[in-house]
């Protein structure tokens, strides 16, 4: 049987995009664009957090706030793009948030001052707020079942590659434009790379064929979020991805300070290769994932937090080969960690999936943000010695919600 046509000519409900037709093809490459986008925007201020301290005159928890702002307002704001795009449209609103957000980081460039940045950061959050969710939606509505998921993957890989890159890009360039501010030419160049991004992605995404415009009801969303949070598992489960990203955050926020300072003294350029590990993500979100299916999420998801446990740990000693493999331990933990929390959310429900996935994602990025911060205040008591107990008493606590749920059977 012939796939069918994905523009054939509208009688009653359009036909959905197939899987291997030119319109898929064209998805794929704008949907990774905007995965890329997402994430490369988001993190670009992390490995230059210790450029900021020096600039500005801020303290180490201070400067992670350029990451920590845009984090929390794009949590925040997140909750309800999904219902802004229904009165607006799916295309324009991911497409305005992709220009917004790197005019934005273009503007940051150029800001004289650490309030203003902050400023720009924190609506720069709001900004992307615009595509994740929307994404989501656009593919689930225009595509047919069976070409969500490798689209969906694409997207995935796309926001892998891009939290990787960005982070590379802007240290490197840092490094290279010390005569030219810094940190400021790799901001803009991470800027100019968003817009390109954002002309791939009007070009190459089809307009909605499957959208109706509609009012959307506040209302009605608060009450079901409100009633997901009441929902024993999610509210454990919200716990954990609270302290989940609260804990890997801070480590990725203040290695970049330990690895610049002495024993290391490494250079921008070099202490930002640390990013080099985010591939492990993909490899560990596709095995932990697999085991899952298998095993139950419950023992699996333990396995995967007792695994950044045993990262940390690694990476205590002042020997950099122990950091690198510790980060990679870690690192990998996390990422099974989160593949299986994410699609744990929606599973706990029986109605209202959306909104449980959704709370699972505010819960995430506002631990990223709020511990992420905070977290500076024991790099500058106790140094890595006060991150690595803050965040291994996070991790603790993660490692107890998992088991809470394994043991509830709710896996």
């Known amino acids: 049987m012939s796939a069918p046509a994905p523009f054939a000519p509208d009688a009653g409900e359009r036909p959905r995009i197939a899987a291997g037709t030119p319109a898929f093809r064209r998805i794929n490459i704008a949907i990774f664009a905007c995965g890329f986008s997402i994430f490369a925007l988001l993190y670009s201020v992390q490995p230059v957090l210790p450029l900021f301290a020096q600039t500005f005159g801020v303290s180490a928890a201070e400067s992670s706030l350029a990451l920590s702002l845009t984090a929390v307002t794009m949590a925040v704001a997140m909750v309800f793009a999904s219902s802004a795009s229904e009165v607006v449209g799916r295309k324009p609103m991911m497409l305005g948030a992709l220009i917004a957000s790197s005019l934005l980081t273009l503007v940051v460039a150029f800001a004289p001052d650490w309030t203003q940045i902050l400023w720009l950061r924190a609506l720069t959050g709001v900004a992307l707020s615009g595509m994740p969710a929307v994404a989501l939606a656009y593919l689930g509505e225009e595509m047919e079942p069976k070409a969500v998921a490798p689209a969906v993957g694409l997207y995935i890989g796309g926001s892998a590659f891009g939290g990787m890159s960005g982070r590379l890009v802007v240290a490197w360039l840092a490094d290279f434009g010390a005569d030219y501010g810094s940190w400021r030419l790799g901001m803009a ?36 979020l409100i009633a997901c949070a009441r929902n024993p598992g999610i509210a454990v489960l919200l716990c954990a991805g609270f302290l989940m990203l609260g804990s890997f955050m801070t480590v990725y926020n203040y290695l970049g300070f330990r690895l610049q300072g002495a024993p290391f003294l490494l250079g921008q350029a070099v202490a930002g290769l640390v990013f080099l590990a985010y591939p492990m993500g993909s490899f560990a979100s596709a095995v932990m994932g697999a085991l899952a299916g298998r095993h139950g999420r419950g023992p699996v998801f333990a396995a995967s937090v007792a695994t950044m446990i045993f990262g940390l740990a690694l990476m205590t000693p002042d020997w950099l080969p122990a950091i690198v493999v510790g980060l990679l331990v870690l690192t990998f933990g996390f990422f099974g960690a989160h593949a299986i929390a994410s699609s744990w959310a929606s599973a706990l429900v029986d109605k209202d999936r959306a909104q449980a996935s959704s709370l699972y994602l505010l819960f995430y990025y506002v631990g990223g943000g709020a511990a992420g911060s905070l977290g500076g205040l024991f790099w500058e008591s ?30």
């Open 382 to 411: 106790h140094g890595w010695a006060g991150v690595a107990l803050f965040c291994g008493a996070m991790m603790l606590g993660v490692f107890a919600a998992a088991t809470l749920l394994w043991k509830a059977g709710r896996g």
């Open 189 to 224: 160049g991470l800027g100019a790379l968003g817009l390109a991004c954002a002309l791939v992605f009007w070009r190459a995404l089809p307009a909605s064929r499957q959208f109706v415009a509609r009012t959307p009801d506040l209302r009605k969303l608060v009450a079901s």
